[in-house]
């Protein structure tokens, strides 16, 4: 059974306009990070927020996690062309050692 | 800079024939980790390593091994490739920090025919 699940599956906006998604989980966590992945290239870490921690910051990134809930939100905010990939959220589920478990990834595409 | 880089970028091979993927990094890491990216799938955990010796198996292993004799290299072998195996595989790693920030390879194409 998926762990994380990103909704949506598919996402399409304005350049301009903001982009949220939103990641549930299934099992307490001990951190969620956040992952870009361009078309055909490997995964790129964007920013991880620690179970004890509710918002965080990074450019025109910004990320809620809400334990009592199980989920977390990406917001990416002015979009652009380049903002244009798919988005993955992994969690480190709580005794599980170092491993992280990855959802199935929202795909956005900016139009121009 | 450090990196983390794998060989081939793409692959064809024949059903039933042995397939190594190469991974190399060098971050120095402890931890290194393969896995397979498939539509509908997300990544897949195939067979994960925590330093030297050290191999276990992910949630799909069957078909794959690995063997972890220095820092750098964590090779994944196919050993009797399947159609199933048509795949998009990625090598990652991360430092024993706690962080589990993992840093991902370009990725293998493979294709079992």
């Known amino acids: 059974s998926q762990q994380g699940e990103e909704d949506p599956q598919a996402l399409s906006i304005q350049e301009g306009e903001n982009a949220t998604m939103n990641c549930s989980y299934k099992?307490?966590?001990?951190?969620l990070q956040w992952y870009r992945q361009n078309s055909g290239r490997g995964l790129v870490h964007l920013i991880l927020?620690?179970?004890?921690?509710r918002e965080k910051h990074s450019g025109r990134l910004r990320v809620t996690l809400d334990t009592s809930k199980k989920s977390s939100s990406l917001l990416i905010t002015a979009s652009r062309a380049a903002d244009t990939a798919s988005y993955f959220c992994?969690?480190?589920?709580?005794?599980?050692?170092?491993?992280?478990?990855f959802g199935k990834g929202t795909r956005l595409h900016i139009l121009p | 800079d450090a990196e983390i880089t794998q060989s081939p970028r793409h692959k064809i091979t024949e059903t039933g024939r042995q397939v190594t993927l190469a991974c190399h990094q060098t971050?120095?890491?402890?931890?290194m980790f393969w896995y397979r990216q498939d539509l509908g799938h997300g990544l897949r955990l195939i067979h994960y390593?925590?330093?030297?010796?050290?191999?276990n198996k992910g949630e799909v292993s069957d078909g794959y091994s690995v063997s972890r004799s220095n820092t750098e290299d964590l090779p994944l072998t196919l050993e009797s490739a399947a159609s199933s195996q048509t795949s998009v595989y990625f090598c990652?790693?991360?430092?024993?920090?706690?962080?589990?920030?993992?840093?991902f390879g370009p990725g293998t194409r493979l294709t079992v025919l």
């Open positions: 099992t307490s966590i001990n951190n």
């Open positions: 992994a969690t480190n589920v709580m005794n599980r050692d170092d491993k992280i478990i």
């Open positions: 390593s925590y330093g030297v010796q050290d191999t």
């Open positions: 927020i620690r179970s004890n921690e």
């Open positions: 990652a790693s991360s430092p024993r920090d706690g962080t589990d920030t993992q840093y």
């Open positions: 971050w120095n890491h402890n931890n």
